[in-house]
Nanobody, 112 residues
């Protein structure tokens, strides 16, 4: 049974930083591409960042230069370091493993 558990969300002021983590179990983690997505009410879930099993990284244009995705295969975790946060980064952030396995999401709110 695949489990993805996100943590690290919360309330932060504009310009601040947060680090999200996703702990995976039930999969051969090193073989999976891992992604972070986000969703706001009334909008489609969108890709934020993705890292392949080989380490190739893709970012949404809106977060390039501000967010960094990384993975630790030994710990079966993927992280998203978010800096220079903006109010428009407010969303529920989801971890995804492969093409169909989602975490439950963690809320990130950027507000003064």
């Amino acid at each position: 049974q695949v489990q993805l558990v996100e943590s690290g969300g919360g309330l932060v002021q504009p310009g601040g930083s947060l680090r999200l983590s996703c702990a995976a179990s039930g999969i051969v983690f090193s073989s999976y591409g891992m992604g972070w997505y986000r969703q706001t009410p009334g909008k489609q879930r969108e890709l934020v960042a993705h890292i392949t099993s080989g380490g190739t990284i893709t970012y949404a244009d809106s977060v390039k230069g501000r967010f960094t995705i990384s993975r630790d295969n030994a710990k079966a975790t993927v992280s998203l370091q978010m800096s220079s946060l903006k109010p428009e980064d407010t969303a529920v952030y989801y971890c995804k493993a492969g093409v169909r396995n989602w975490g439950q999401g963690t809320q990130v709110t950027v507000s003064s």
